[in-house]
């Protein structure tokens, strides 16, 4: 392999050191970033900024990137870690390990699970990073099907236009996934984040304190309405 140039070394730091500053900008300003902000944070005058990201949405978009790999990457490590026969287990460490990410990076979950930015529509390269940590949940419900731990519910529960949705989803992940167990697990992984974005945007601040049993205890009602067996 061919070591990096050292233009191409300091292009790299150069990039890097501007996310860092926009990361700051987001704590304290939200997503509404500004490429003059951050150049005259670095001691650059704007002009130079555009060297490396075009327009504002180039570095969003830079962001957004990094911050659902930082996420999957989380999520798939505690799934990786997790024993494999427990299913239970292992939706309990994914789902721990998404909160922890997010109150550890704020901003960051805001970015990408907050209100959308206006004037800001997302390119097709972050739709692939963002299904990452789904893509995780989906893989639980396959093992448990595979291994007959898990019983999939009647899939004739569901309407017949969503059912056809979900078949076109569960043939791009699993070919031969329950429509149903799908549609559940769909339902517990979108209560996951709206459950911590409830935390993280204060919504819960005055009437729960104990935050780590509830959110233990409303993950675990999750696991039941996906039909995740208990530990025997």
């Not at 962001?63 to 494999?84: F, H, K, P, Q, S």
């Not at 990410?101 to 901003?107: E, G, I, Y």
């Not at 070919?175 to 974005?197: H, Y």
Request: hydrophobic share 45%.
């Amino acid at each position: 392999m061919v070591a990096p140039s050292l233009r191409a070394r300091v292009r790299a730091g150069m990039i890097d050191e501007i996310k860092a500053v926009a990361r700051r900008h987001l704590a304290t300003d939200g997503a509404n970033l500004s490429l003059r902000a951050v150049a005259r944070d670095m001691g650059m005058v704007s002009s130079a900024i555009y060297r490396y990201f075009p327009s504002r949405d180039d570095l969003l978009t830079a962001l957004i990137l990094e911050a659902y790999g930082a996420l999957g990457d989380a999520v798939e490590a505690a799934d990786a870690a997790a024993e494999r026969h427990d299913l239970r287990g292992r939706w309990h460490a994914t789902c721990r390990a998404a909160r922890d990410w997010a109150l550890a990076h704020p901003a960051e979950y805001a970015l990408i699970y907050g209100s959308p930015v206006p004037g800001y529509a997302a390119p097709d390269d972050t739709v692939g990073p963002a299904q990452r940590p789904p893509i995780v949940l989906v893989g639980i419900l396959h093992d448990g099907l595979t291994t007959g731990r898990l019983t999939p519910p009647p899939d004739d529960e569901l309407p017949a236009p969503l059912r056809e949705d979900l078949a076109e989803i569960a043939a791009g992940l699993h070919p031969g996934m329950s429509e149903a167990l799908l549609a559940r697990g769909m339902a517990g992984w979108t209560q996951l984040f709206g459950l911590i974005s409830f935390e993280l945007f204060g919504r819960i601040n005055r009437s729960l304190p104990h935050r780590d049993e509830y959110f233990d205890h409303q993950t675990g009602l999750m696991a039941d309405l996906i039909g995740l067996p208990r530990p025997s």
